[in-house]
């Protein structure tokens, strides 16, 4: 297992040990500016709810408005060969209602947007993958300073109000006679925990069969339906999730490996990835 | 490539002739020379034959060596800071003349820093070195009240911080893993405490810490950029002695004395930090549970023997522990390990038998819950190192030599901790290389005025067995790298050998009594490699040798100055201007991942750098005053096929100017003033130039590698150091240190990153998608206090 460290929070933490360092936030600090490059990202799983192609264009820096979307691309997958049109729903997200890929076929992305195409090429992992057996939740007590519970992506407030909060734990079995990279994604009733440092893949190196009790990221009310997608990638797209990861939680260089715009499967320049992978989702309601 | 050849046959040109025409005097004087109140060798003490212009320097051990003709002659003993010794000798067989020479008292004469000869910056061969003065690296303002020799040479021109509070440096645009800093000959492959606050030099126990640059002897290799010297003190011989210090962050002692008298002798000496002791102060409960300290031990025995052998035994061990609420914890150490034997074979030839031993290890692990680790790696050195001087003449002393290492490396181990974690362990296999090295160097006053000292190291490295060695489809690709095959290899089976010749040339010029321009040039070769990826490396950054995908590191340097002293020695000027020729250095794919990956190969990018500059430096070294005042201009670049689409970009070390102002004033017998104010241009940090959405990221897009530079950093530091005893005669002093870090509060950048703004509802970006920078600063006005006894 590739383990990635991050050296900005350790060394912030020494230095809060030793009651000195601080940081600010830098006003006026001059962004050089940059032409516009088309951004892809494209999801082709066997979970029918999970396939799309996202077509957009990046922004400046200090830009606040979401980067401006592209609806007037051509987007065509090309299922061992076979055409399949996607076309522009909103806010440039590109669908075919009736797709769904399968494990063990090969997918070309064709985009064809401000004047270029755009293709990428990737094969759908087979589905043997992690086994999810069951996600547990424990009853935690609310700690007196509200300290334990670290960064939730709930509002302190929600916190506050409620002093009874579940942890959940993910039980599940590994299989240990294949190579399997997985990245994984959490929800609460439905909307995706949505941490921006947390990019959650990892391949199984080292990884035993037994995975009992990995606790899940956020803590959860009474009532709250958990659950969670885990997707079976390729080596190519795992590693790009791992050098966005670097991306998100970049120090600027001083501990960190140097950031730059992940490595991707997308020909002539793109941004972004084609993800090609294999779905298995669980939930489980807090009673 | 050509230039090299030329300078290579040069060179052996040069030592042919030069051994075999030299005029031989009759007889030999040798000896000691030693500093008389505790014993202690003196290095670079001169003896000087009056009114022949000749003479010779001691060597690291305090020995000298001088040819003579038959007579009478006076010889004159010096060193800085010491009264000379004259003594006259009839010469009729070879003779043995030990020296003591005694210090100046410091009210016949004022405050000397300590170096030398006092014309050394002039006279001396050698350029683009420095030596530190011991008394003057405890005098100047210390970060949280501990002084700090790598702090001090981090202010030395051509000489910059990786960092502030770090303990790395850079030096002629050469990268923190290519400095080889020695304790006593070993090795210190890490040497920090803290992450770098402290570092892991005890200034107790150093007796000489000397700095190159560039024309680094041929004994010495391995690294590209520079050589830190560190010496420790042997012990008083005369009498038992002993102090101890109280600081804010750390406490120490030592103690040293005669094992027997005038003979033998013992030092030993601790330090234990505490930062951690007040954390129980602390209203936060998770705080208070947390541990941070570091401590470090020094010994040393020096035996005389007799008259022609002397053994040293040194040895350091040192660690820094950190634990997190008993769940996480992190810590590391060195331990290095010396025993050395100097060996007078006869008057002519002096020989230094080394033997060392040195290790780095780290250690992180989470003990709790499913997720519980134990990450551990280390790094181990064994090494046989044999200096030989032959002192030929007057006029040339011959030095050769070989030294030999294996290398045993653990580039990581990852085991579960608890029964029911997750984890089944990985344990990347321990990598094995065997160093080797045979050098000549020939130290030769040609004329008068024109003196050389050039040599050859012929250095070795082979990564041996057992190992299984994979070959790839693209060695370039580490997104999916795709290995082609793979070979195993026994235990000591050679896999892959690099031999390389690394000449060495310095030539000075004496243009009158107080200038000369002194010229060198310097081939290093590095065969073992930090994987820094960021600009400063961390303990956890491990050290990789080369192998069949991972060729050595070259460096040519050429180096010119102009050296002037004036006032009788007072102050020593410097004008150094170089040019460094870096090829196959090291760099890393963007977002690389270097830990626990078997395809290391596949992250690392070779390519050129290049580096120039000038630096210039004043130095006040007699008088209440004294300092220096240094600047430097340099620029390094890099071109990387893999790197920044392969075009040219700034080093991480590409520091633009680079000043440093350091002073001691000694107002009187109890009271000493000193201060230092550094500044540096920022240094080149990668930052994006748009941002792109991804789900739900809001994802950095960057341009180039290295496109931004930090704000300028600068610092003004001051101390003052009391002893109210000082005028009183009596067996032990105190001695109080005042000091204020940083004093006009500058918030110097220490790195900056880019964040999303959170919005009201929750930590994700919403609708909103506002980016800052943020500033990481790490030290305001820090004062500090710390309180020393010596008996």
């Known amino acids: 297992m590739k383990k990635g460290t991050n050296y900005k929070y350790i060394i912030i933490l020494t230095c809060l040990v030793l009651l000195t360092a601080c940081e600010k936030t830098l006003e006026d600090f001059e962004i050089k500016s940059a032409g516009k490059k088309v951004v892809i990202e494209a999801y082709i799983t066997d979970s029918a709810a999970i396939n799309y192609v996202r077509i957009s264009q990046t922004g400046d820096f200090y830009d606040a408005e979401r980067p401006a979307a592209i609806k007037d691309a051509d987007v065509t997958v090309y299922e061992n060969g076979n055409a399949i049109t996607f076309s522009h729903q909103a806010s440039g997200y590109y669908i075919n209602p009736s797709f769904s890929g399968s494990p063990g076929n090969t997918y070309k992305l064709e985009v064809t947007a401000e004047g270029k195409t755009y293709t990428a090429t990737e094969t759908m992992p087979p589905a043997r993958n992690l086994r999810i057996d069951s996600l547990v939740y424990t009853f935690e007590e609310q700690a007196d300073d509200g300290q334990s519970y670290g960064e939730s992506n709930y509002r302190e407030d929600y916190i506050e109000e409620n002093d009874s909060l579940y942890n959940v734990y993910m039980f599940a079995r590994e299989p240990q006679d294949m190579t399997n990279f997985y990245k994984f994604e959490f929800f609460r009733n439905g909307s995706k925990w949505q941490n921006q440092s947390a990019v959650i893949v990892n391949n199984d190196e080292g990884i035993g069969e037994a995975i009992n009790g990995l606790e899940l990221p956020g803590y959860y009310l009474k009532g709250d339906t958990v659950s969670m997608n885990m997707y079976s990638m390729t080596e190519n797209v795992f590693s790009y999730y791992e050098a966005l990861s670097n991306v998100m939680n970049s120090d600027g260089g001083m501990f960190n490996p140097p950031p730059g715009n992940p490595a991707n499967n997308i020909s002539n320049g793109a941004l972004g990835i084609f993800v090609v992978a294999a779905v298995t989702s669980k939930t489980t309601i807090i009673r | ?791």
Not at chain 2, 161 to 179: I, L, M, P, Q
Not at chain 2, 400 to 405: L, T, V
Not at chain 2, 571 to 590: G, H, P, R, W
Not at chain 2, 691 to 711: D, I, Q
Request: net charge neutral; aromatic share 14%; hydrophobic share 35%.
């Open chain 2, 1 to 791: 490539m050509k230039v090299h050849i030329t300078i290579l046959s040069l060179i052996m040109a040069l030592l042919i002739s030069g051994i075999s025409c030299y005029a031989q005097e009759k007889y030999k004087v040798s000896g000691y020379v030693k500093d008389s109140a505790n014993g202690e060798d003196l290095i670079g003490a001169t003896v000087k034959i009056e009114n022949s212009g000749k003479g010779t320097a001691t060597n690291a051990y305090g020995f000298y060596s001088l040819s003579l003709t038959e007579g009478t002659h006076t010889l004159v003993y010096s060193y800085v800071g010491y009264q000379s010794v004259v003594k006259e000798i009839t010469v009729d067989q070879d003779i043995t003349i030990d020296v003591q020479l005694n210090e100046k008292a410091r009210e016949q004469e004022e405050v000397v820093i300590k170096g030398k000869r006092e014309d050394e910056n002039v006279k001396a061969t050698k350029m683009s070195n420095v030596e530190l003065d011991m008394k003057q690296v405890k005098s100047l303002p210390p970060l949280f009240g501990e002084p700090d020799i790598i702090k001090t040479t981090q202010m030395l021109p051509g000489v910059s911080s990786a960092g502030e509070g770090t303990s790395s440096f850079f030096v002629r645009g050469g990268g923190a893993d290519e400095n080889l800093i020695l304790l006593d000959e070993a090795p210190v492959y890490d040497p920090s405490h803290l992450f770098g606050l402290f570092s892991v030099f005890n200034t107790d126990i150093i007796k000489s810490s000397e700095l190159y640059k560039g024309g680094i002897p041929p004994q010495y290799g391995g690294r590209l950029s520079s050589l830190l010297d560190i010496r420790s003190r042997d012990g008083n011989k005369k009498e038992l002695t002993g102090g101890a210090g109280i600081g804010l962050m750390a406490s120490k002692a030592y103690l040293e004395g005669p094992i027997k008298k005038n003979k033998h002798s013992f030092l030993i000496s601790g330090r234990r930090s505490y930062a951690d002791l007040f954390l129980p102060l602390s209203p936060n409960e998770s705080v208070r549970e947390n541990k941070v300290y570091f401590y470090d031990i020094n010994a040393k025995a020096h035996f005389d023997i007799n008259k022609n052998n002397r053994l040293f035994v040194s040895g350091y061990y040192g660690r820094d522990v950190f634990k997190f609420n008993d769940i996480f914890k992190m810590d590391w150490g060195n331990i290095t390990g010396t025993l050395r034997w100097n060996h007078i074979f006869n008057e002519n030839l002096f020989s230094n038998t080394t033997l060392i031993f040195s290790n780095f290890d780290y250690g992180l692990g989470l003990s709790q819950g499913i997720q519980a680790f134990d990450w551990t790696s280390y790094l181990r050195e064994v090494r046989l190192k044999e200096d030989m001087s032959l002192y030929l003449s007057p006029r040339m002393t011959l030095n050769f030599g070989f030294s030999s290492s294996y290398r045993d490396f653990q580039p990581g181990s990852f085991q579960p901790s608890t029964d029911n974690s997750i984890f089944t362990g990985i344990k990347l296999p321990n990598l094995y290389a065997f160093e080797n090295a045979v050098y000549v160097g020939n130290e030769h006053d040609i004329t008068e005025k024109f003196s050389m000292e050039y040599g050859v190291r012929l250095s070795s490295f082979s990564h041996i067995g057992k190992a299984t060695v994979y070959d790839y489809k693209n060695i370039r690709n580490n997104q999916a790298p795709e290995r082609t095959d793979s070979t195993e290899y026994d235990r000591f089976e050679f896999i892959k050998t690099f031999v390389n010749p690394e000449p060495r040339v310095t030539a000075r010029y004496t243009l009158n009594d107080v200038s000369s321009v002194k010229g060198s040039y310097t081939r290093m070769v590095q065969y073992v490699h930090q994987m820094i990826t960021g600009t400063t490396p961390l303990p956890i950054s491990v050290w990789q040798p080369s192998t069949k995908h991972i060729d050595p590191e070259i460096a040519d340097q050429w180096a010119v100055g102009y050296f002037r002293n004036f006032k009788n020695n007072t102050y020593e000027t410097s004008a150094e201007v170089y040019y460094k020729d870096m090829n196959q250095i090291l760099d890393f794919a963007d977002n690389a991942q270097v830990f626990f990956n078997e395809d290391l190969p596949t992250v690392l990018r070779p390519g050129d750098s290049w580096s120039y500059g000038a630096e210039f430096m004043i130095k006040k070294t007699k008088g209440d005053l004294t300092g220096w005042l240094s600047y430097t201009w340099s620029k390094t670049e890099r071109q990387i096929p893999g790197v920044n689409q392969g075009r040219v970009y700034p080093s991480n070390q590409d520091i633009r100017h680079n000043a440093s102002l350091v002073a001691s004033y000694s107002l009187n017998k109890k009271w000493t003033f000193s201060g230092n104010w550094v500044f540096n241009t920022g240094r080149p940090i990668t930052l994006p130039a748009g941002n792109y959405a991804l789900e739900h990221y809001n994802v950095n897009y960057f341009t180039e590698r290295n496109g931004y530079r930090l704000p300028n950093f600068h610092r003004l530091d001051l101390s003052a150091v009391w002893e109210p005893g000082a005028d009183k005669d009596r067996k032990w002093q105190g001695e109080w240190h005042f000091s204020v870090y940083n004093v006009y509060n500058r918030k110097n950048p220490f790195t900056i990153y880019t964040e999303t703004v959170e919005d009201e509802s929750n930590n994700s970006p919403g609708n909103n998608y506002k980016k800052v920078a943020k500033m990481i600063y790490l030290f305001p006005v820090l004062p500090s206090v710390s309180y020393n006894i010596s008996f």
